[in-house]
Structures are given as C-alpha cells and as structure tokens.
C-alpha cells in the first residue's frame, strides 16, 4: 500500500490527467457521434437493441485503448527516467517487485476511467434513443473492457521504464492501436486471442455484421466465455514476464 500511495502521490506532479481528459473527451465524442449516427440512421429489419449500440461505440475504442494505455505508462515511467528517483527508491529499501505492481495497478486504474466513460455514455445515449438497456451485456461489455486493459498494459509499462525513450513505447502503442481494429476484419477470432492489443475487440460481446456496404445484423461472440478466460490468464502471464524482465534488467 506504501508502494501505491508514493506512486499516486507523484501523479499529482505529473499533466497526467490533462492528456487522460483530452483522450477520454475526444473518444466519448467520437464514440458518441457514431452511436447517434448509427441508431439513427439503423437499417429496417434490424433490431436496435443495447448490442446493436456497442456494436457502434466499439470500433473507436478498440483504436484508442492501446495509445492510452501507452501514453499511462510512459508518463508513470517518466519520474524515474527524468531524476535518480529509481536509484533512491531502491537504496530506500522499496523493493522492484513493489514498484513495478505499484505503478501497474496505478496505470490499469487510470486506464479505467476511459472505459467506465465509454460504457456509461453509450448506455445513455442507447436509453436517451429508445433502446432498451440490457444490463447484463452492458456489464459484460464493460468487464470486457477492464480485463483487457491487462496484459498490453504491462508490456507497455516494461518498455517504458527499460528505455529511457518514450518514442518506442508510444509507437507500440499507436501500432497496438491500428492493430485493434483489424479483429474480425482480416483476422480471427483465434489468432486475436494471443494478440493483447486486439483484446478491448475480442471482448466485445457483439459484432455488427455487414453485407453490400451496409450494416445487415447484429452477431453474438461465440465462446466470449472462454476468451475473457484466455485473457485474463495472458494478463496475468504478461504482468509476471514483464515483472521478471524489470527485475533482471535494474539489477544490472
């Protein structure tokens, strides 16, 4: 708890939540823009249902969840790169371990925040529109969401407190980001399972589908199941790998 008060405590130094603002404010809009459009504009015969919403909102954050949780991690890591706070720390008698699960829960709660966000206006947009709200895929939605925040979230942050240049970081993350929005488009369900930047579209409990340039239906995830399995095992994975390489590489 100690590790994770001082990691929250540096935050309040840090334009952190300046760039979460903006992120989150240009993803609700752009998010929302898009669920208005979309119940709006919906093609007869199709049900506008909660999942016919998530189906709109979720593109816009299967490209945005990897570059915040990339620019999370880099500003966490900047502390240590831009002072000998690191070197202080461990003199102190913080342990890497500590540090490195501090600064992970603190990213993975920030990371949060767009995502409680996102889910919250999209319900209320769907119920402002007429559409009725089941509770139930909202909420598997939004667990989705958090769970899959996990394991690119560590790999990000290791990248950023091993390389002193956030460039890289930032750059997977964008990459994370394109990636994101190829799932289901030119590749499966399968392959995105062991890909941690497409896991905010593999969670998803719907997909739209489309036929002759126009939406034609909303289609449930087969086996959702067992994907939220499969990724929260690969987070926990990633989480203990990149812990494992922080260790190895400070003790240099």
Not at 35 to 45: D, F, R
Request: glycine share 8%; hydrophobic share 55%.
């Amino acid at each position: 708890m100690k590790a994770l008060g001082l990691e929250i405590s540096k935050l309040k130094r840090s334009r952190l939540w300046l760039t979460l603002a903006l992120a989150t404010g240009l993803e609700l809009v752009w998010a929302t823009a898009l669920t208005v459009i979309s119940l709006a504009k919906a093609p007869s015969g199709i049900a506008v249902t909660t999942g016919y919403a998530i189906g709109s909102a979720t593109d816009v954050h299967n490209l945005v969840a990897p570059i915040i949780s990339a620019v999370v991690a880099s500003r966490l890591a900047s502390t240590e790169h831009d002072s000998t706070m690191l070197s202080q720390l461990l003199a102190d008698g913080q342990s890497r371990t500590s540090l490195f699960l501090a600064k992970l829960t603190t990213a993975l709660a920030i990371c949060s925040v767009p995502v409680i966000a996102l889910v919250s206006t999209t319900t209320l947009v769907a119920t402002a529109s007429g559409v009725p709200t089941d509770l139930g895929m909202t909420a598997t939605w939004l667990g989705g969401l958090l769970v899959a925040n996990i394991a690119m979230t560590a790999i990000h942050l290791v990248l950023a407190l091993l390389v002193h240049r956030q460039a890289l970081t930032l750059s997977v993350g964008a990459l994370g980001g394109l990636l994101g929005t190829l799932t289901d488009v030119i590749m499966p369900n399968s392959v995105a399972a062991v890909l941690p930047w497409q896991y905010p579209a593999l969670l998803s409990p719907v997909r739209l589908v489309f036929g002759e340039g126009t939406t034609t239906g909303v289609a449930p995830v087969d086996h959702l199941g067992a994907y939220i399995v499969i990724v929260i095992v690969i987070g926990l994975a990633a989480t203990a790998l990149a812990q494992a390489v922080f260790n190895r590489q400070v003790t240099r």
